[in-house]
């Protein structure tokens, strides 16, 4: 596949590392709503849990929700220390998100202003020191594939994509426009995580809700594994209004074992 024509023409790249972090991998899927945030959430949560130190970039600048997964819902001005914000920190997590400066204020901003506040939040935030450093910086996408996407890969190296995605065809869709961006940008596609894969019922049994396979079959045409297929369940969403960590809470759940497992994969 050719290269995207934005970066034949790579005016402005920077892959110049981010002091101090090993790994940077972005989440992300296409389509809107099909988990994302949450996904991003929850393995910083089970990677954190693995001993790895880690970081998440909010790069929804419209709508940004990792402050309020992790409990950081309220109004903090970062600190700045020699003209780089410190990133607040959750449950061991450091975040940077618009919503952070921005309070429960809508961003009103124009694409140019998008990509700037992007680059600022990767290459201005303090992620890491040499005694405190990053074993992944996780960046949680927006739907779609533009200016963020672009400007994300153009201003770092990523090292990975993590594709998230619902059964169903409408997200399969998206999500599949999205490897194939991502793979014009060289970004290894890491694995597919297919999110509401199924429910439980209280007598054990799978129901498969948005049909089956679609996981599967994005990860067979990107030759890339399917990391795990996450099941509905009601306390990830309360835990993500509630700034609370799922995979700590409700560790012996299906969900919270699944999401072990995806972080054992990526962390190796
Ligand atoms: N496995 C799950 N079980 C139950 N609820 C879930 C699950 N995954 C996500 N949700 C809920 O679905 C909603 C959408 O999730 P989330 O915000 O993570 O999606 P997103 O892809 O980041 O959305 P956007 O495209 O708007 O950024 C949230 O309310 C979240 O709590
Ligand atoms: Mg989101």
């Known amino acids: 596949m050719k290269p995207a024509p934005e970066l034949q023409r790579a005016p402005n790249i920077n892959h110049t590392p981010i002091a101090h972090v090993a790994r940077?991998?972005?989440?992300?899927?296409?389509?809107?709503g099909v988990g994302k945030s949450t996904v991003?959430?929850?393995?910083?949560?089970?990677?954190?849990?693995?001993?790895?130190?880690?970081g998440i970039l909010d790069a929804d600048i419209y709508g940004p929700s990792i402050p309020?997964?992790?409990?950081?819902?309220?109004?903090?001005?970062?600190?700045?220390?020699?003209?780089?914000?410190?990133?607040?920190?959750?449950?061991?997590?450091?975040?940077?998100?618009?919503?952070?400066?921005?309070?429960d204020q809508a961003a009103v901003l124009r694409a140019p202003m998008i990509t700037k506040a992007l680059v600022q939040f990767l290459r201005l935030t303090r992620w890491a020191t040499a005694e405190a450093p990053l074993d992944f910086l996780l960046v949680d996408l927006p739907p779609g594939t533009g200016d963020v996407t672009l400007s994300l890969a153009q201003n770092c190296k990523l090292d990975g994509l993590v594709l998230v995605s619902t059964p169903q065809e409408v997200a399969v869709i998206d999500a599949d426009k999205c490897a194939v961006a991502f793979?014009?940008?060289?970004?290894?596609?890491?694995?597919?995580?297919?999110?509401?894969?199924?429910?439980?019922?209280?007598?054990?049994?799978?129901?498969h809700l948005f049909g089956q396979g679609g996981g599967a079959k994005l990860a067979e045409k990107f030759h890339a594994p399917l990391l795990g297929q996450l099941p509905l369940d009601a306390n990830v969403g309360v835990c993500a209004d509630n700034g609370e960590n799922f995979v700590a809470s409700y560790a012996d759940s299906v969900a919270a074992r699944i999401y072990e497992e995806i972080a054992d994969n990526l962390a190796v």
């Not at 989440?27 to 809107?32: C, D, E, L, T």
Request: net charge positive.
């Open 40 to 54: 991003t959430t929850n393995l910083a949560h089970a990677l954190t849990r693995a001993g790895k130190r880690v």
């Open 183 to 207: 793979h014009k940008l060289h970004v290894k596609l890491l694995g597919v995580v297919e999110n509401m894969s199924y429910f439980i019922d209280p007598h054990g049994t799978p129901h």
């Open 24 to 32: 940077i991998i972005a989440v992300a899927s296409g389509k809107g």
């Open 68 to 103: 309020r997964m992790l409990g950081l819902e309220t109004y903090i001005t970062p600190e700045i220390i020699d003209g780089m914000m410190v990133p607040p920190v959750a449950h061991g997590i450091r975040a940077m998100s618009m919503s952070l400066v921005t309070g």
